[in-house]
């Protein structure tokens, strides 16, 4: 059953596989799921790990159960208006009603969405269906009808193909109605076989759902139709360097440089010290393992116009992070490259030597930021010595580098500036990798 | 399974259709609940506010950066274990000497593994049927402990330490339970992969004025309705911190104690800002984006 939606979802971004199917089952099982909104809600509840997967989950929904395709950032309102489901839906509901003519088209899509998210959708009944179709022979020949209706009869109403028929291959139904449709010769109603109203089509509104719930209902619709082009609910792009939008996302990776420890250890001496005090009652003294300080130096080339933007989003991100996760952080600032001398403040006026970095404990974790591109005379073995001697001290060191990766191998002095250096780029994606990369290594 | 009918929240918690259903689905399916959004936007509360209206035993597990799974499930006391039998051995020297005097071990004996195992929450909840667990805040949580959690949350089953006892729950007797996070950092996929997500959005202003009146069914309706006007003004600021739902709450607290008239004056002037706004530099954008108007005369004709 649904068999391909969790590639549909995979093709929006949204990670599915099959335990979401062997979930669904369990839920079919225990009466969850009545309604298209019920499904909506229990695939939104299991699949969606995130706020921003809401987005790409709801368009993924909405295309393989009610066949409404949403483009990037396009209202639901406008995809559904231009949807062949709604269409047909339409030219039914308004046939012959006067009143219903005028309703706005905004009336309208609340009122399909409302039916789609209330259809009821009695799973037993489709499965016990899935039987039905297994007898049924596609190939037999229509009982040749007093009125020959012939092709109109044909337009089957797709709303009813998009919520009865998905519980098998997609593929095979679609040879199985071609198949059908061919035979039919006119309209039917009822019944199992023919396509058409009634029957087993689980299509239907109004009526509360058998045994079950009906809560998803219109609140799903409405829940879609907000979602819809809302930033909020689509990921942040993360293979973007830094910015505003996705500085949070990269502060959730940061978090992952920060040693934590909830041991406990006995204290021996502590426990002699007291137990001998106590007459030789030895009682065991535990201690908390005191936290790892998160030690951060990052060091910066600040030269050149091009750095300037990514300067600030860096200092901001490594700020945020200082707030947030109290950590001893230096900030030293370079020209292009490095020889003897950093420099301490921006203007690069107050130099330090790089001997004083040098002398820290080695567990500091070490960011450069610079686009590692310069002239080649200007990195010449005195400077590639002094990065050396960073990248030996301290284990957890890493380049992060504005310039897209692409274009990393173009400039000479990237090429050797890696073969020092792990170098990433500065995005939230790069920077994830990064401090991944950095807790692996045991130093 | 937990109770599982489905619950609607109750006079003082606002429980919206999507929210009651996930818990209802996670309820019916066994599997934990995860609820993110926004700090104030009652996550906390829904476990809370179920357990006090249904009648149900609540557990809560409050995280925080030293957890660990030994403290959510059962830890064995060694310290008191050693405490007392060191006393076991000085009571038989008193004896010996026919001192009457003894020290208490408080009731637990050396003999009794058992009484050295201090359960934690999620013990206690699974030895109670039907109970409600609440994590809270996993986010805050080292690294390692959603996955530990994990493990321990997949199987029913929990072995006390040192004493071997089991504690062994049905899926029919399973603990509702509710994890919250504030998405302070991500937690492991696979962890998520097991629960079943809810994300809170944050409340439309005609929800806002909902939840006001379940706290504070008196409130004069003009006075809300000006407080939650200028409440989403400030939200669109694009502060850094933008004000929750607690902090209107906290906010319209104070505001009720004047009168009317002076209470709607106060909310104009942004009186008591300080319970909405909790930066400095917040304070500073607020101030040159809203207060111009109001607080210098004629500010806002002078652009």
Same mark, same amino acid.
């Given at each position: 059953m649904f068999e391909s939606f969790p590639d549909v979802c995979r093709s929006y971004g949204v990670k599915a596989d099959v335990r979401s199917l062997l979930l669904l089952q369990k839920a079919i099982d225990r009466n969850l799921i009545n309604t298209v909104g019920d499904l909506y809600s229990f695939f939104k509840g299991s699949l969606v790990k995130d706020p921003t997967d809401i987005g790409p989950y709801t368009q993924a929904f909405y295309d393989y159960f009610v066949g409404v395709d949403v483009g990037a950032g396009e209202r639901l309102n406008d995809a559904i208006e231009r949807a062949d489901t709604f269409k047909d839906w339409l030219e039914d509901f308004l046939q012959g009603d006067d009143e219903r003519r005028k309703l706005d088209m905004d009336d309208l899509i609340n009122q399909f969405l409302d039916e789609i998210h209330t259809t009821t959708y009695d799973i037993k009944r489709v499965l016990d269906g899935e039987d039905i179709l297994k007898e049924d022979d596609p190939d037999r020949p229509d009982d040749d009808g007093a009125g020959k209706k012939g092709d109109d009869a044909n337009k089957d109403r797709l709303l009813d193909k998009a919520a009865d028929?998905?519980?098998? &291959?997609l593929e095979e139904l679609r040879k199985r109605m071609e198949k059908v449709m061919e035979q039919q010769t006119r309209d039917h109603e009822g019944g199992s076989h023919w396509i058409g109203t009634g029957g087993v089509s689980p299509y239907g509104n109004g009526g509360a759902a058998l045994g079950g719930i009906r809560v998803g209902g219109s609140g799903g619709g409405r829940m879609a139709r907000e979602v819809m082009g809302d930033p909020q609910y689509y990921p942040v792009d993360i293979d973007a360097n830094i910015n505003d939008d996705n500085i949070d996302a990269t502060l959730a990776t940061l978090k992952g440089v920060i040693e934590e420890t909830n041991e406990r250890y006995l204290d021996i001496p502590l426990t002699v010290k007291e137990g001998v005090a106590q007459g030789g009652l030895f009682l065991p003294v535990e201690m908390d393992k005191t936290h790892d300080k998160l030690q951060v130096i990052l060091i910066i080339d600040n030269g050149g116009y091009s750095m300037d933007y990514y300067i600030k989003a860096v200092q901001a991100l490594f700020k945020k992070m200082k707030t947030r996760y109290q950590s001893d952080l230096e900030t030293y600032y370079f020209h292009n490259t490095i020889y003897k001398y950093v420099y301490e403040d921006e203007r690069r006026t107050r130099k330090v030597p790089i001997e004083r970095i040098l002398s820290? &404990? %080695?567990n500091y974790r070490v960011f450069i930021i610079g686009d +590692? +591109?310069? +002239? %080649?005379?200007?990195?010449h073995e005195g400077s590639i010595i002094a990065w050396g001697r960073i990248s030996e001290k301290f284990k957890k060191t890493v380049w992060l580098n504005p310039v897209s990766e692409k274009h990393w191998h173009i400039t000479w002095t990237t090429t050797m500036l890696r073969k020092i250096f792990k170098m990433f780029t500065m995005t939230p994606r790069g920077i994830e990798q990064a401090i991944l990369g950095m807790n692996k290594k045991k130093s | 399974m937990a109770e599982t009918t489905i619950w609607n929240g109750s006079d003082k918690y606002l429980c919206d259709k999507e929210l009651s259903q996930a818990f209802h689905m996670a309820r019916v399916l066994g599997m934990p609940l995860l609820i993110e959004g926004e700090p104030g936007t009652g996550k906390t509360e829904l476990p809370l506010q179920y357990a006090q209206d249904r009648d149900i035993d609540l557990f809560v597990y409050p995280v925080g950066s030293k957890s660990s799974v030994e403290q959510f499930v059962a830890k064995f006391d060694h310290v008191k274990y050693l405490r007392d039998s060191q006393i076991e051995v000085l009571n038989a020297q008193r004896d010996e000497k026919g001192l009457d005097t003894k020290l208490s071990t408080g009731g637990r004996s050396t003999d009794q593994l058992k009484d050295y195992v201090m359960q934690g929450p999620a013990a206690k909840a699974y030895s109670t049927p039907h109970s409600v667990l609440l994590i809270d805040e996993i986010d805050k949580a080292p690294r390692e402990f959603p996955n530990d959690l994990l493990y321990a949350l997949s199987h029913r089953k929990f072995v006390m330490p040192e004493s071997g006892d089991v504690i062994e729950v049905s899926e029919q007797d399973m603990p509702a339970i509710v994890i919250t996070s504030n998405r302070e950092q991500e937690l492991p996929t696979a962890f998520k992969g097991r629960c079943i997500y809810h994300y809170i959005s944050f409340p439309a202003p005609e929800v806002m004025r909902d939840i006001v009146r379940k706290h504070y069914p008196k409130a004069d309706d003009d006075i809300v309705q000006h407080a939650i006007d200028m409440f989403y003004q400030l939200r669109q600021l694009g502060l850094e911190r933008s004000p929750s739902t607690r902090e209107l709450l906290n906010w319209l607290k104070y505001m009720m104690t004047f009168s009317k008239a002076e209470t709607i004056e106060r909310i104009k002037k942004l009186d008591g800002i300080g319970a909405l706004i909790k930066t400095q530099d917040d304070v500073r954008r607020v101030q040159r984006n809203l207060m111009d108007d109001v607080k210098r005369p004629g500010g806002a004709a002078r652009y």
């Open positions: 028929y998905r519980f098998v &291959d820290k &404990d %080695p +590692a +591109a310069m +002239a %080649p005379y200007e990195l | -």
